[in-house]
């Protein structure tokens, strides 16, 4: 009986003492006197053979790697994984960990210096970039929870990282997994037109990923800006101006093309003014008129004989075959266009109306009905011109501030999108000229033209 009275006693003490009594274990810091075989983050991706793709596994080189991390999960553009490259300024090599926790900002905070121990880690190829991970049969995982501590130190070492100064026209594998800044650039008009400005990635055409079309003010060239429809910003909208944005340079979900990545809205410093082209503006009249000057629905074309019959000029311009095609969609002609399944690149196929005499009517409004699919890239523009010498590329074009749609990343489209276009403050004879500009095998957006018309009074 004393026995039970002591040990119940015993438990009583125990259950008195309050939670916060117990010391919080300290996060341990691994101090820059670090002890142990380092390589660099080039060597390591240097292990992988790129023409087998077979999966590489570090086993007894006590050997670690140290780098800077230059991604964040806090806003959850970034999910599992973190970004280091080896230096905090003009780095050399990038490389992406992944680590089974979904807030690692908290402890591997942007420019913080960390350590990874490779025995143990595989090294794969996986949406076009090089990923440190655990082998899981035929795949590379993240490290489990569990086992970070065994993989991953923490140093006290904190440093500002200075993006790496690119131009689109630079971009290329070597810099994949790098912090990287663009400078005067825009995203495409037609994601911020006055009618509708797009969000980061909370709109319909939006899946996994919204990819917003960067452009050049200087160049023209394009790239994309990708936020996972995960984050909490992606609900925002874009910013409408030019200016600079930094991020990481890395490759698309289907490693079709590269993208940049953002931790935050905020590196996004874009209020300064639009480098747009001059398009032509008469005025804001786009209703149609009782009148029809010119009009093509395509009924009846079957091929580009029947098209040149109609006075149509469609050309490819870049030495290849493909061209604006006649089709038959859900029992409705349209002609369409896409680089899919080609080896052209560049494909630069234009496709050019009869002349239209403006003389013959007054408020004169250009329609057209456009239609996307299978999206990658805004690759379509529309021009007109007052002298067509017959071949595009010689002749002086005017660009329409046309309406072209985002489609779907994955599959067809059903939605035409129309554009309504003044033509009234001009006179005489005019063309309108339909440029695609795009190449396989990563820009190869398909898309579908139809009902063109032009009305007046």
């Given at each position: 009986?004393?026995?039970?009275?002591?040990?119940?006693?015993?438990?009583?003490?125990?259950?008195?003492?309050?939670?916060?009594?117990f010391?919080?274990?300290?996060?341990?810091?691994q101090?820059?006197?670090?002890?142990?075989?380092?390589?660099?983050?080039?060597?390591?991706?240097?292990?992988?053979?790129?023409?087998?793709?077979?999966?590489?596994?570090?086993?007894?080189?006590?050997?670690?790697?140290?780098?800077?991390v230059?991604?964040?999960d806090?806003?959850?553009?970034?999910?599992?994984?973190?970004?280091?490259?080896?230096?905090?300024?003009?780095?050399t090599?990038?490389?992406?960990?992944?680590?089974?926790?979904?807030?690692?900002?908290?402890?591997?905070?942007?420019?913080?210096?960390?350590?990874?121990?490779?025995d143990?880690?595989?090294?794969?190829?996986?949406?076009?970039?090089?990923?440190?991970?655990?082998?899981?049969?035929?795949?590379?995982v993240?490290?489990?929870?569990?086992l970070?501590?065994?993989?991953?130190?923490?140093?006290?070492?904190?440093?500002?990282?200075?993006?790496?100064?690119?131009?689109?026209?630079?971009?290329s594998?070597?810099?994949?997994?790098?912090?990287?800044?663009?400078e005067?650039?825009?995203?495409?008009?037609n994601?911020?037109?006055?009618?509708?400005?797009?969000?980061?990635a909370?709109?319909?055409?939006d899946?996994?990923?919204?990819?917003?079309?960067?452009?050049?003010?200087?160049?023209?060239e394009?790239?994309?800006?990708?936020?996972?429809?995960?984050?909490?910003?992606?609900?925002?909208?874009?910013p409408s101006?030019?200016?600079?944005?930094?991020?990481i340079?890395?490759?698309?979900?289907?490693?079709?093309?590269?993208?940049?990545?953002?931790?935050?809205?905020?590196?996004?410093?874009?209020?300064?003014?639009?480098?747009?082209?001059?398009f032509?503006?008469?005025?804001e009249?786009?209703?149609?008129?009782?009148?029809?000057?010119?009009?093509?629905?395509?009924?009846g074309?079957?091929?580009?004989?029947?098209?040149?019959?109609?006075?149509?000029?469609?050309?490819?311009?870049?030495?290849?075959?493909?061209?604006?095609?006649?089709?038959?969609?859900?029992?409705?002609?349209?002609l369409?266009?896409?680089?899919?399944?080609?080896?052209?690149?560049?494909?630069?196929?234009?496709?050019?109306?009869?002349?239209?005499?403006?003389?013959?009517l007054?408020?004169?409004?250009?329609?057209f009905?456009?239609?996307?699919?299978?999206?990658?890239?805004?690759?379509l523009?529309?021009?007109l011109?007052?002298?067509?010498?017959?071949?595009?590329?010689?002749?002086?074009?005017?660009?329409l501030?046309?309406n072209?749609?985002?489609?779907?990343?994955?599959?067809y489209?059903?939605?035409?999108?129309?554009?309504?276009i003044?033509?009234?403050?001009?006179?005489?004879?005019?063309?309108?000229?339909?440029?695609?500009?795009?190449?396989?095998?990563?820009?190869?957006?398909?898309?579908?033209?139809?009902?063109?018309?032009?009305?007046?009074?």
């Open positions: 009986m004393k026995k039970l009275m002591l040990i119940f006693g015993i438990l009583l003490m125990f259950s008195c003492v309050k939670t916060d009594d010391a919080i274990p300290e996060l341990v810091i101090e820059d006197n670090f002890e142990g075989n380092l390589t660099t983050i080039a060597s390591v991706k240097g292990n992988f053979n790129f023409e087998t793709e077979e999966i590489y596994t570090f086993r007894e080189t006590e050997t670690y790697i140290s780098g800077y230059i991604s964040s806090a806003a959850g553009n970034f999910y599992k994984e973190i970004i280091l490259q080896d230096k905090v300024e003009n780095p090599a990038g490389i992406q960990i992944l680590v089974d926790d979904n807030s690692l900002f908290e402890t591997y905070d942007f420019g913080r210096k960390i350590y990874i121990k490779l143990g880690l595989s090294l794969g190829f996986n949406n076009g970039v090089l990923q440190l991970g655990v082998q899981n049969r035929g795949d590379v993240a490290i489990p929870n569990s970070i501590d065994n993989f991953i130190t923490r140093s006290s070492e904190v440093k500002e990282i200075k993006p790496l100064r690119l131009k689109i026209s630079e971009f594998s070597e810099f994949n997994n790098m912090y990287i800044k663009l005067n650039v825009q995203f495409d008009r994601f911020v037109r006055e009618d509708q400005v797009f969000s980061f909370s709109n319909p055409a899946r996994y990923d919204g990819e917003r079309q960067l452009e050049s003010c200087e160049t023209g394009t790239t994309f800006l990708s936020t996972s429809t995960f984050s909490n910003f992606k609900s925002l909208l874009i101006g030019s200016g600079s944005i930094e991020g340079l890395t490759r698309d979900f289907y490693d079709e093309h590269f993208v940049i990545v953002v931790n935050l809205p905020t590196q996004l410093d874009m209020n300064g003014p639009r480098c747009d082209p001059e032509l503006k008469c005025s009249n786009q209703m149609q008129g009782s009148h029809i000057l010119f009009e093509e629905n395509f009924d074309v079957t091929s580009n004989t029947t098209l040149n019959a109609r006075d149509f000029t469609n050309v490819n311009v870049s030495g290849g075959e493909k061209k604006f095609a006649p089709m038959m969609v859900n029992g409705n002609r349209i369409r266009i896409s680089a899919y399944n080609t080896i052209e690149n560049p494909l630069e196929a234009w496709l050019v109306t009869p002349k239209i005499d403006l003389d013959i007054s408020d004169e409004v250009l329609n009905d456009i239609l996307s699919s299978y999206d990658n890239g805004l690759l523009k529309v021009f011109t007052h002298n067509f010498t017959g071949d595009p590329k010689t002749t002086e074009w005017l660009p501030d046309a072209i749609p985002l489609g779907p990343s994955g599959s489209s059903e939605i035409f999108k129309k554009s309504a003044d033509l009234s403050c001009l006179e005489g004879k005019v063309w309108i000229g339909f440029q695609y500009l795009g190449g396989a095998p990563d820009k190869t957006t398909t898309y579908d033209l139809d009902n063109i018309r032009v009305t007046g009074n």
